[in-house]
Each structure stands twice: as C-alpha cells, then as structure tokens.
C-alpha cells in the first residue's frame, strides 16, 4: 500500500531538510507506525504521502498511485485525522459529518453512526466551537473514517484524550485493521506504537534510523531480566536481574532457594528504552512537527 524510495524535503528549498532519504514500505493489511520525538519528520513524511505537500525528491507510490502523478482517485482511498483538528466551528457535529461525506465518490459510512462510535452522538447537534480539544480530536478521528478508507493516516490519535477514551480510540483502530485497513501512525507514544503496530520505524532529525518489528527490536537490543519481589528480614524488597549474567543469575537462584518470594515476572525492554538506545534521543513532545 506505501512504498517510498529516498523522499527528502526541504522546507526552504535549501539544504535544510525536514526529511532526508527516507525510504520503507507497508504492506496492506499492516499496521506501521513512524516513532520519533518533535520535530524528527514524522508529519513532514505524512504530508507528502497524503498529498499535502508536494514530493521535491524521491519516488513513491501510495494505494497504487504514484506520488509525482496524484489522482483525485487517491483520496477516495485515504483517511487522515490529524492531530489538530480542524473541523468547522459553525457547524454542529453532524452537520461536520454530512458536509465531509458529500467530497466523496464512492460508498460512505453514517455520520450518526461514527459518532457513536466515538462517544458523540449525545451532542451530534451541538456546534463544534463548544466542543473541549478532546472532543474535536473524536470528531476528526470520526471524521477520518467516513470515506471508508483503504489505507488510514493518523496523527497522534489518542493525544489529549483521557485513559478510557484512549482505549476506545485503541480499539476501534485495532477492528479495522481485522477488517483489512492498512494503517500508518505517527506517533511519539512508543507504549501506543507497541500496542498497535506490526512494525516500526525510528525518525530522528530527519532520518528513518531502523525499521522492525516490535518483537524482533526487543529480542536484538533488549536484555532478558527478571523482577523479583521478595521478604528478606520482614522486609519487602524488589531486585531486577539478568538472565543472561552468571553471578546475577546465582543471584536469583539464591532467592528462589530462600522460598519468600512474593512475585516474580519477566521484563522485557519497551520500545522507548530501545528507542534511545538506538538513536540516542529521548522523546520529547512540545508541539507538531
């Protein structure tokens, strides 16, 4: 479904590139998701691949069609929730939904229907204007739904929307990708990425520096530890050892003997502790990039 080959872009025109050599692709079906903090690129990417900004070098092709040569086609194909919303303020929520389907070619979803879906159909006739931040990222999320799309952009989707909501917003992108949609997410969530994608690709400064599986970045650069709770003089104490180094396994096996233990699981390295060993930067989030 995306297959980009050395796309780089300058804002200025100059050598100042937002992205440089960027090249991966994503398979239909799959769930790719560009990890990296402000500013690395990751909207940059997407704007091109949407057809927001126009490709200055490289070549790629998106739902078949080449990125030099877009068709009105294309966007009968794509959804994009950003993560600013930018829905119409004088409009009620419905009204936002019924505007948007009219763009369309082909077979739309019911507006009603999306905002249950998101949790709004109890203010479907509200204006938007009222709505809190929360509320109009739903509507966008929604919105970016309505064509039916083949391949589906989203922008930091569960940004600024709280736990249970963020579930939902989880959950619904993990039905359609069951029900077929490619997906490709932009994201400094790393616990997010690893929830949701079949793979990865850390962006930093412009750069894609490696992309994987989550499963197979976890087993290359992370450790094999085990944490342990366990009393010790009527103390509850914790300790996090390796499987893997000789006297912290001695270690561990002198607790198991001691037969007080009160839990004890694996630990796998997250993608964010990867993340910084890979490339060296943390992620930071102030704003979009």
């Known amino acids: 479904m995306i297959d980009v080959q050395g796309l780089t872009y300058s804002y200025n025109h100059d050598r100042n590139y937002a992205i440089s050599d960027i090249s991966f692709s994503v398979e239909r079906g799959e769930v790719f998701a560009l990890l990296g903090p402000s500013g690395a690129g990751k909207s940059t990417t997407q704007g091109i691949l949407t057809g927001l ?111 249970a909501i963020a579930s939902q917003i989880k959950d619904i992108v993990m039905s359609r990708k069951k029900h077929g949609t490619t997906i490709l997410l932009t994201t400094h969530n790393m616990f997010l990425a690893d929830q949701l994608s079949d793979k990865v690709g850390f962006i930093v400064d412009g750069e894609l520096k490696l992309v994987d599986t989550p499963r197979n970045l976890k087993l290359r650069y992370g450790q094999k530890l085990v944490q342990v709770e366990y009393f010790e003089d009527d103390q509850l104490k914790t300790e996090t050892l390796s499987l893997v180094n000789e006297e912290e396994k001695m270690r561990l096996g002198a607790i198991v003997n001691a037969g007080r233990i009160e839990t004890m699981h694996t630990r796998e390295a997250t993608l964010e502790e990867i993340f910084i060993k890979v490339t060296g930067r943390e992620l930071v989030y102030n704003e979009a990039d």
């Open 53 to 163: 900004l126009q490709i200055q070098h490289g070549s790629g092709q998106v739902a078949g069609f080449d990125l030099k040569h877009l068709s009105r086609d294309l966007f009968n194909k794509i959804g994009v929730s950003f993560e600013q919303s930018n829905v119409y303020g004088k409009l009620t929520a419905l009204e936002n939904l019924e505007f948007y389907r009219k763009l369309f070619d082909g077979d739309t979803e019911e507006p009603l229907e999306l905002l249950k879906l998101v949790g709004l159909d109890h203010v479907s006739g509200k204006r938007a204007a009222t709505f809190s931040k929360g509320m109009k990222h739903r509507l966008t999320f929604a919105r970016s739904m309505i064509n039916k799309p083949e391949l589906w952009f989203l922008d930091e989707p569960t940004t600024g929307l709280d736990p």
